[in-house]
């Protein structure tokens, strides 16, 4: 009589099946990050590849990232001198209408947020919904009685429309994810409610006030509308610029990646540079509550 041998199933144990799932659901995060990045970043690449390619390479299908590299399309648009002039245009607008939003924006979120005002929160969501090319044609004559029309002071006020908001609207949050016993301990001390918010609550909202200063000079930068109707040729901002190498016939493709190209280092070397205050604001009041 013979006996039977019954093999033994083992099955691994709860952690390693465990630390199996989460090495599989780290790589399939992996996957879909890398995806995703791919796809934004392609129309950037394919960008700063036509910078550097003919008319005809660029409307060439067959021609992808292996060709020969011209800097004749940089050489026509820095002597032509017009970017140039259009990207300090965009520089000097777009950091005054931060400045000036921000020193705005900042004191009045700290007020809305640390007093409840809650009627002046929904105005400011208002303001933020109401879209600026509604008030184009009011502008407009506004401005052009008031001889601003071609200034850049007409630009400013106009991004500011936009950009105190914005800044507002970022900042109320961040406000309330600050303790308030800090304020109240530097009142205890003796300071004012303003004094409290000076010294211990604007260094502390630093990352915040990074963040929505860095968003409010992107859209200044980007912008195009207000500076469409409101710029004239002296005052002419980069995306106007860049318009301008469409035209009805033919659109100088080169010419127009190259100047892409060279006004988009800016927005990346401030967004590079201000990474650390970037994240911390944008993550900052994540885990409150």
Do not use: C
Not at 14 to 33: C, D, E, F, M, S
Not at 131 to 157: E, K, Q
Not at 192 to 212: V, Y
Not at 234 to 255: E, H, K, M
């Amino acid at each position: 009589m013979s006996a039977t041998v019954t093999p033994v199933v083992t099955t691994p144990p709860p952690r390693a099946q465990q630390a199996t799932k989460r090495r599989y659901l780290t790589w399939l995060r992996g996957v879909a990050i890398a995806i995703v990045t791919l796809v934004f970043a392609l129309p950037v690449i394919w960008m700063f590849a036509a910078a550097f390619k003919t008319n005809v390479q660029v409307t060439d299908p067959t021609v992808g990232l292996w060709f020969r590299p011209t800097l004749d399309n940089f050489r026509s648009v820095l002597e032509a001198g017009q970017i140039l002039r259009s990207m300090g245009n965009s520089l000097l607008v777009g950091v005054v209408s931060t400045v000036l939003s921000a020193v705005i924006a900042v004191p009045a979120a700290w007020a809305v947020g640390r007093f409840g005002m809650r009627r002046t929160g929904s105005v400011i969501l208002v303001a933020r919904i109401v879209p600026a090319i509604s008030l184009l044609v009011p502008w407009y004559y506004l401005f052009a009685r008031m001889g601003l029309v071609g200034s850049y002071t007409v630009l400013i006020l106009s991004h500011m429309f936009v950009s105190v908001p914005l800044i507002m609207w970022i900042m109320i949050s961040f406000f309330a994810g600050l303790p308030v016993e800090l304020e109240e301990a530097a009142r205890t001390d003796g300071l004012s409610a303003f004094g409290a918010f000076w010294r211990i609550t604007l260094p502390l909202a630093a990352p915040g006030t990074a963040t929505a200063s860095l968003l409010a000079f992107v859209f200044s930068w980007n912008n195009f509308m207000f500076a469409l109707v409101f710029a004239d040729e002296r005052t002419q901002t980069v995306p106007v610029t860049l318009f301008n190498f469409i035209s009805y016939a033919s659109t100088d493709w080169g010419g127009l990646m190259a100047a892409a190209t060279l006004i988009t280092v800016p927005v990346v070397l401030a967004a590079v540079l201000g990474q650390k205050y970037l994240v911390a604001g944008l993550t900052a009041g994540a885990s409150k509550g």
